[in-house]
């Protein structure tokens, strides 16, 4: 992981920092080992003045590699860019372009978290690419990289050798992608469900809600959703929720949407197609099974769901999870 130490690291840039120290600088021998090696590769020679961080809010980072490490590396990540290279066009060091570069001629697979993707851009590595970064920034990005394909709606972007997310959160579902494109859904799961975060979102959510965040649960909703969750292959419609919640579908309707910012079937829709793909991640079961089970019916209705909803057909989906199965018994296919 690239650390621009000589050009400082504002406080507000360790988020974006800690994530790839989190999730692939500790070792965890029970989900796989060996697991990675992590490296902290610095830009300069030691502790400096920080530029950009007001009121001293900001560190500068003595690291044990340098930039001629990320040769030979098989994945590099750059996790951030200091705010004056994205706000006032400062330059990016040269000799970190160079050697990101280098590394990708190598054969290393290129990542970004959040505004990294003004680096991986400078040196030329997202030209004809789809690309994302953080919202506040990918006009900018566009505007000053015009080959890149800039998406500002994404949580982050799987080009295969070169990937990128948007800002803060957005990068921990990028590391965790890489984690279960590595060592399989299984080992990602288990990886966030220890971090407690959700173990999967898709890089093609979007990165921001438009709907305001309720201001409390609606404790009223919890049993019937919960029942909901647990009867997914049934055929359920407003009317069944509703009458197991004790209310007029009206009512209902306008409970969940303000619990949830979405309509009744499209919790529902939401949820089947997150245990379709649980069920995909995890199971060789077929494709007609996993649809029965989610109940999203047959194997062409699941699949028209998959292509509308997350861009992949059904079997596409699986193939990029290829890490530890069970047989739907419940025994693991190693």
């Not at 050009?7 to 920092?17: K, R």
């Not at 990016?92 to 697979?109: F, M, S, V, Y």
């Not at 173990?199 to 409390?216: N, S, W």
């Amino acid at each position: 992981m690239v650390v621009t130490e000589e050009i400082g690291v504002p406080s507000w840039d360790l988020y974006e920092l800690s994530i790839p120290c989190t999730v692939f600088g500790k070792p965890q021998p029970d989900l796989a080992d060996p697991w990675y090696d992590l490296r902290l590769c610095g830009t300069g020679a030691g502790p400096v003045a920080v530029d950009g961080a007001p009121d001293g809010h900001g560190l500068s980072l003595r690291t044990r590699y340098g930039l001629d490490d990320l040769v030979g590396a098989d994945t590099v990540i750059v996790p951030s860019v200091p705010d004056p290279c994205v706000e006032e066009g400062r330059p990016l060091p040269e000799e970190l372009i160079a050697a990101l570069r280098r590394a990708h001629d190598a054969g290393a697979r290129m990542v970004s978290l959040c505004t990294g993707a003004f680096a991986l851009a400078e040196a030329g590595l997202l030209d004809g690419r789809r690309a994302t970064a953080h919202w506040m920034h990918t006009a900018q990005l566009a505007e000053r990289y015009p080959k890149v394909h800039v998406d500002a709606s994404v949580l982050y972007v799987d080009d295969g050798d070169v990937l990128t997310s948007a800002g803060l959160t957005a990068g921990l579902d990028l590391c965790l992608h890489l984690v279960r494109r590595d060592l399989g859904a299984h080992v990602a799961n288990q990886l966030a469900r220890r971090m407690v975060v959700p173990a999967h979102r898709p890089g093609g959510q979007a990165q921001f809600i438009e709907l305001p965040v309720p201001a409390g649960d609606d404790d009223g909703l919890a049993p019937v959703l919960a029942w909901a969750r647990a009867n997914l292959d049934r055929p359920l419609t407003v009317a069944d929720l509703a009458r197991r919640a004790a209310m007029s579908p009206r009512t209902f309707y306008r409970r969940l949407q303000a619990a949830t910012g979405t309509t009744p079937l499209q919790w529902l829709l939401d949820q089947r197609l997150g245990r379709a793909r649980s069920l995909l991640e995890s199971t060789d079961l077929p494709i007609e099974k996993v649809g029965e089970l989610s109940g999203l019916g047959t194997a062409n209705n699941l699949r028209h769901h998959f292509l509308r909803h997350l861009g992949v057909s059904p079997g596409d989906y699986r193939r990029a999870f290829p890490g530890a199965r069970t047989t739907g018994s419940g025994r693991t296919r190693l």
